[in-house]
């Protein structure tokens, strides 16, 4: 990691547990960087390992109260004067690095930068399907964090805030292979219904159906999934799978308590 007196400072902050998979390559990818902080919640395999070798700060928080809160944390470690935000599944493409280190160059203030992600997904990158999007990562530290949300956490936007688009990719590669998507589908469906049922918010079989045909048409067709092939295709019904079982995970929550 790389200490520059002609530019602004900067940290990465990353979440993970048992990410030993393509962290290599991601922080392979931050090696520019001024310091890199890990927090961990628990791995068991080679994650801290890999996290220590590579010169992160690394830490190690278990009592997991969600990934705002997580991700928080990992901020809170942080000391340099801007911030990255990236997953262990994430990799800085070298467009993407030139784009950051030119804003670092001439730093401007209260401004929030959101960042392209293209998702490889069994076997492609996705250019369509609304997976290749834009996304909130790059940020003074002082300025803004994340919320406090549980799942789908995101920056918070300070009143008077200004926001730019940075060029240049963030490569995303979040599934081995088809088991690994349905583990993490399964998670992020549990931690939408555990935030929901503690709510006190309710569901129907009906309901899922109708949210899970609305994923399929607005991914495959509002948003020109077809064009990315049979990959395409798959996401689609897979998403669309995924949304009908967080609303039947709900649902079902309703009925044994009832019968409780």
């Known amino acids: 990691m790389n200490q520059s007196k002609q530019r602004a400072s900067i ?13 290599p390559k991601c922080l392979a990818s931050l090696d520019w960087f001024d310091e890199i902080i890990v927090v961990d ?3 068991t395999d080679n994650t801290i390992v890999i996290a220590e070798q590579a010169g992160a700060n690394v830490y190690v928080s278990t009592k997991w109260a969600g990934f705002g809160k997580q991700k928080q944390l990992a901020q809170h470690y942080a000391t340099k004067e801007w911030i990255l935000a990236i997953d262990a599944d994430e990799v800085i493409s070298e467009s993407l690095k030139n784009s950051i280190l030119e804003v670092l160059a001439a730093p401007p203030e209260r401004t929030i930068f959101s960042l392209w992600r293209t998702t490889w997904v069994f076997g492609r990158f996705l250019k369509y399907s609304g997976w290749y999007d834009k996304i909130i990562r790059f940020y003074p530290r002082k300025f803004t964090g994340y919320n406090d949300a549980v799942v789908h956490e995101k920056i918070i936007e300070p009143k008077g805030s200004q926001k730019q688009i940075l060029d240049g990719d963030m490569l995303h590669y979040p599934y081995r292979d088809l088991h690994q998507y349905l583990e993490k589908s399964a998670f992020y469906a549990k931690s939408w219904a555990d935030v929901c049922h503690a709510q006190g918010k309710k569901s129907s079989i009906i309901q899922g159906i109708i949210h899970a045909t609305s994923c399929f048409l607005k991914m495959y067709i509002l948003k020109c999934g077809f064009l990315d092939g049979k990959e395409g295709f798959l996401i689609a019904v897979l998403s669309a799978h995924s949304t009908f079982v967080k609303y039947a995970d709900l649902w079902i929550r309703k009925n044994d308590r009832l019968a409780n």
Request: charged share 20%; aromatic share 0%.
């Open 11 to 23: 940290s990465a902050i990353i979440i993970t547990k048992n990410e030993e998979q393509i962290l």
């Open 41 to 43: 919640s628990g791995s």
